[in-house]
């Protein structure tokens, strides 16, 4: 397993942008597959996006794509989210997560992740 802390959440208006960081120790951290999920309050959580170690596979839940971007550099490594065109229904907990199985699909899965940080706190107004 690896650890990993999430930075980078905080109140905006809707239409603004913020850019999430998840930084993973361990040695062999940059192998992992990561992804991003999202815990609103009274729902359960849901997926949100997620890349391959290398980079070169992404997914995208439904309800983000074209507003919000999964990157990595393994070089430190750190996992990155971009959302831009924040909506109020967009205000949850996010969390990092890391798998070290690459299954390049079922990303949507959290039960497949074995690694997960104390998650940010995202909130969006209107």
């Known amino acids: 397993q690896v650890q990993l802390v999430e930075s980078g959440g905080g109140l905006v208006q809707a239409g603004g942008s913020l850019r999430l960081s998840c930084g993973a120790s361990g040695r062999t951290a940059s192998t992992y597959e990561m992804g991003w999920f999202r815990q609103a309050p009274g729902k359960e959580r849901e997926f949100v996006a997620a890349?391959?170690?290398?980079?070169?596979?992404?997914s995208y839940a439904d309800s983000v794509k074209g507003r919000f971007t999964i990157s990595r550099d393994n070089a430190k490594p750190t996992v990155y989210l971009q959302m831009s065109s924040l909506k109020p229904e967009d205000t949850a907990v996010y969390y990092c997560?890391?798998?070290?199985?690459?299954?390049?699909?079922?990303?949507?899965?959290?039960?497949?992740?074995?690694?997960w940080g104390q998650g940010t706190q995202v909130t969006v107004s209107s």
């Open positions: 890349i391959s170690w290398s980079g070169g596979t992404t």
């Open positions: 997560a890391a798998r070290r199985k690459n299954y390049y699909s079922d990303y949507a899965k959290p039960e497949l992740f074995e690694s």
